[in-house]
């Protein structure tokens, strides 16, 4: 038994995700408290590299070709024996396609207590997590001696879990990994059509104040400089200006980007149930009236048209700089 | 998802047909011309692959699973053209459409947004899926305070029954101000049913939904039945129709007026109301469902003709021959699906016809309307000066200002 | 064969969630309970196994407020069977309760494959589909958007981020945690529904006793503090533009 924090290390085709930075950000907090260290727990095989930038005191690396693409049985195996041998204070997982494939199992496995969607620690051992979307929040303690918590992101940058420093990588080699009930056949890549805006993390969405059909471009201009893509309300879709697979709303996608910037947009009801789940969005209207203002985190109230040509050349400059 | 389905059985055709017949006047379909009158009434007649002249058509040819096979059913908007124009009136909207409809929904097979409004109209009483708690919160700030009968318990004159629309969305919330502030004015004794109104479920119906229909009657019903008042006067031609035409099949009957009605009856005591407002141009719109479905043509011009200074005009589709805004009888819950197809709206050629006769205004009298025209004034050269306003809007407009 | 479907109702989000006087959970007396959305789409995804193969379904869910109306919606559906658990299960239990509870049905029933949803968003202690696996023993694969039967196994789509999708082999038995049916759980006809209730009807099973361990312990349930209105920020398109960059950059945008 000790006061170690592990954190399961997420990755996939070779990249690791950013919950795992996330994680190890938030376990320094609590290995801290608890006198502990922070270690990262690394499946894989051939995969030591991508423990290089994990900021860690120490990482724990299982090699074995089982490993090489995650399969929930392969890492329950591994993660069993790890976690009943170490029998750390806390063992961190993504509340993901890969954490929450394991984190439940190996609590009946462990028979450890799990407390979901935690977004922070803190050194004295409380865990803060948002539950129904974030609507509802909970505080308690984690569970002694031993406990299992699933993450989300909440506030924590994915850089504070970076380190320029490789940590010290612990080879741990386990019992065989065969008999997987839960093997990968094969990944089939998404298809290359029009972007699909409910999956895009940064939109720019233009109303009825962009115009004219050619005023678009400049949102469009905008977007590629931050890597999103262009949306809109039903008006311009139904005007010929966007394809229906850029509409947003009621008639349309229901989005959920980090970033939806509304340009012109009102905010009519049937817009607005598109965007209910956005938590930050930014309008810019010139009726200070506009409903939309009421569900926006940030609001101003100038011409959009005006503020695009600004913001295009701020950025551009800001880029070269 | 498929909108569209393949029945299994091979009688389906006969079994269909013969349902027809139970609707009231059904067996009218037998004498059908086939004079082609109902689809060229149909406002999506061109796009439907069969529109209802030739639907009937298949169903003599025993192969009307050829027609749920299109898209055809769903570009339906339950206008009640057909219906009006068919010389053997034979009840083609309630008797053919509504009961094809049925049929898809009974297979599962419907566009996404009719199943969000008919999922959201079992669970919270209302299409838009808003709280039922939160019906009567848009007369929060009415002074003084509107009688809610639950809380109020005492007999009332009037019940009125504010509708989805008016209740929830935004825009339409107006209209039940302004309506409210009227019946103040006139000292009418009204209460509503607030949190305990439900959806009349009439566009439900129309949309295929008979059960829920009936599910949604049946708590009205129950509600209409605890309190004491001598009619039921409502602001939704809808509720209207459904109290009128379709509750007393359930065996649930109660005097209904149109808002319209009622005040056409108070014509004298509301001109006392109004003052001049500017000199202006208005046109009316005859709703789908006051109009055709239930021939109420003057009143509505009776109350308009109030408002002094004001010089009303005609559009070229008028009274009987309205064009329909698109709402119709759930046709609001398929907008989408339509403009995939058609890529025009039905409110943007309605709104084409009033900037034509050079109106300022275009008045309405149903719920679905004011959004719809509204939307469509943004798009329709020409039409961005033009003000949509409901009846009950313009009445307070003008008020006696002291 | 058998599909089992543990299905659960959940507060709707419809209404307003408010913490009741203890400060540490819900105020139960406000709120609205519909079928959690994903189990929907397990429901749906179960209905389709069957459309394809030659299957048996049976759902079942704990006595809550609405579970009748939910499980014959199910059946109305194409669900062969439904069983209510009757148990003190009122005020919501967590997930590992309720799992143990669903494991007891599972081992009688003894299913092929048990499909439920992937999570629930009044999670606080896992998920039931992981849990579940982890009480029975079996494979478990979550996120899964389509399931495709070939002799004793299945291949699932496992949905990743980015849209990509890995095609897993899982050997049967096995559960599986339903992100998205292949198709939109279907809409049932209101007549279909109230047909099934004169039709069909719904094993009640009773439960010696509730093992309510599992659950976090909660000092402080609280909402987060909504801001009402947008912060507006002042001044001319030059001013505005500076303050988007900076939010740009700590939404991690720029």
């Known amino acids: ?321 | 998802m498929a909108y569209t389905t393949v029945p299994k059985s091979s009688t389906f055709s006969e079994t269909f047909y013969s349902s027809l017949f139970d609707v009231t006047d059904g067996e009218r379909i037998r004498t059908c011309l086939q004079c082609a009158t109902c689809s060229g009434a149909c406002p999506y007649g061109y796009l439907m692959d069969y529109p209802p002249g030739k639907m009937i058509g298949l169903l003599r040819a025993n192969r009307f699973e050829q027609v749920l096979e299109t898209d055809t059913v769903w570009m339906c908007v339950s206008c009640y053209a057909c219906t009006e124009f068919c010389p053997k009136k034979i009840p083609l909207t309630p008797g053919l459409l509504t009961r094809a409809k049925e049929e898809l929904l009974l297979a599962g097979s419907i566009p996404n947004e009719l199943q969000d409004a008919l999922e959201n109209s079992q669970r919270y009483g209302n299409p838009l899926g808003e709280s039922p708690r939160k019906r009567a919160d848009w007369a929060e700030d009415i002074e003084p305070e509107i009688v809610i009968m639950r809380k109020t318990k005492r007999p009332v004159d009037v019940l009125w029954f504010v509708g989805d629309y008016p209740s929830y969305h935004p825009r339409v919330q107006n209209s039940a101000r302004a309506m409210a502030k009227i019946f103040q004015a006139l000292n009418v004794d009204f209460g509503i049913l607030g949190p305990e109104e439900n959806s009349d479920g009439d566009s439900q119906r129309l949309a295929g939904e008979s059960g829920l229909f009936e599910v949604l009657a049946e708590k009205n019903g129950k509600v209409f039945e605890k309190y004491q008042f001598n009619e039921i006067i409502t602001t939704d031609p809808h509720a209207y129709n459904a109290f009128k035409n379709e509750y007393p099949k359930l065996g649930i009957e109660y005097p209904v007026r149109h808002y319209t009605e009622f005040l056409a009856d108070h014509l004298d005591e509301l001109k006392t109301l109004l003052q001049e407002n500017g000199s202006t141009r208005i046109t009316y719109h005859d709703p789908c469902y006051l109009g055709r479905a239930n021939n109420v043509y003057d009143q509505p011009r009776a109350v308009i003709e109030t408002l002094p200074g004001v010089e009303f005009v005609e559009m070229s589709h008028t009274r009987s021959n309205s064009l329909c805004c698109g709402g119709g009888g759930g046709g609001m819950w398929l907008d989408g699906f339509q403009w995939e197809k058609a890529h025009a709206r039905l409110s943007e050629w309605r709104v084409r016809e009033a900037v034509k006769v050079g109106a300022d205004i275009l008045a309405v009298a149903c719920p679905y309307e004011a959004p719809r025209f509204e939307d469509a004034t943004k798009t329709v050269k020409g039409a961005e000066d033009l003000i949509v306003k409901d009846i009950t809007e313009l009445l307070v407009d003008a008020f006696v200002t002291n | ?254």
């Open chain 1, 1 to 321: 038994m000790n006061q170690d924090i592990f954190v399961v290390i997420e990755h996939l085709r070779g990249q690791v995700a950013d919950i795992s930075f996330i994680m190890l950000a938030a376990a320094r907090s609590l290995a801290q408290g608890a006198g502990g260290q922070v270690v990262g727990v690394l499946l894989g095989h051939n995969a030591q590299d991508l423990a290089n930038n994990l900021s860690a005191d120490r990482v724990d690396y299982i090699d074995h070709p089982t490993l090489a693409e995650f399969s929930s049985d392969a890492y329950i195996l591994a993660l069993t024996e790890i976690i009943s041998k170490a029998k750390p204070k806390a063992v961190l997982f993504g509340n993901t396609s890969i954490g929450s494939d394991v984190a439940s199992v190996l609590s009946v496995k462990l028979g450890l207590p799990l407390v979901s969607s935690c977004i922070h620690f803190s050194p004295d051992g409380k865990f803060t997590s948002q539950i129904f979307g974030g609507k509802i929040m909970t505080e308690g303690t984690l569970p002694e001696p031993s406990a299992l918590a699933t993450m989300i992101p909440g506030g924590i940058k994915p850089e504070e879990g970076q380190s320029a420093q490789p940590p010290a990588l612990n080879p741990l080699s386990i019992e065989a990994l065969d008999d997987l009930r839960v093997k990968l056949v094969n990944y089939i890549e998404p298809e290359v059509s029009d972007v699909d805006i409910s999956t895009e993390s940064i939109l720019i969405s233009v109303g009825r104040g962009v115009q004219t059909e050619d005023n678009i471009e400049l949102a469009e201009e905008l977007a590629d400089l931050l890597g999103g893509v262009v949306c809109s309300s039903r008006p311009i879709v139904d005007q010929g200006w966007l394809p229906t697979s850029r509409m947003v709303g009621k008639s349309g996608k229901k989005v959920k980007p980090n970033l939806y910037l509304a340009l012109g947009i009102s905010g009519a009801p049937e817009h607005i149930e598109g965007i209910s789940d956005c938590e930050n969005i930014i309008a810019v209207n010139t009726d200070p009236t506009a409903p939309i203002f009421d569900i926006a985190k940030y609001g101003a109230e100038v011409d959009m048209l005006d503020l695009l040509e600004v913001l295009i050349e701020e950025i551009e400059e800001a880029k070269e700089g």
């Open chain 3, 1 to 254: 064969m058998k599909i089992a479907v543990p299905i659960n109702l959940v507060p709707d989000l419809v209404e307003e969630l408010t913490i009741d006087d203890s400060g540490t959970a819900l105020d139960m007396s406000w709120l609205r309970l519909t079928i959690n959305e994903f189990d929907d789409h397990a429901i749906e995804e179960a209905i389709l196994l069957k459309e394809e193969n030659d299957a048996e379904i049976t759902v079942f869910a704990s006595d809550q407020e609405g579970v009748d109306d939910m499980l014959f919606t199910a059946i109305a559906k194409g669900a062969d069977q439904a069983i209510k658990i009757m148990g003190d299960f009122e005020e919501g239990v967590n997930s590992h309760t309720l799992a143990r509870v669903f494991r007891d049905i599972i081992k009688e029933l003894n299913p092929d494959l048990v499909l439920t949803g992937v999570q629930a968003h009044n999670d606080q202690d896992g998920s039931i589909g992981p849990l579940l696996a982890g009480y029975l023993e079996m494979p478990y694969v979550g996120y899964v958007s389509g399931v495709d039967l070939q002799g004793g196994k299945a291949i699932v789509k496992k949905e990743y981020p980015g849209g990509l999708i890995a095609e897993m082999e899982v050997t049967l038995p096995a559960v599986l945690g339903i992100q998205a049916a292949e198709e939109p759980p279907r809409y049932v006809a209101i007549s279909k529904v109230r047909q099934a209730m004169k039709t069909s009807t719904i094993e009640e099973r009773d439960i010696s006793e509730l093992d309510i361990s599992g659950g976090p312990v909660i000092d402080r349930m609280f909402k987060p503090e909504v801001g009402e209105r947008a912060i507006m920020i002042e001044g001319d398109e030059e001013e505005v533009a500076a303050r988007l960059i900076e939010l740009f950059e700590e939404l991690g945008v720029l």
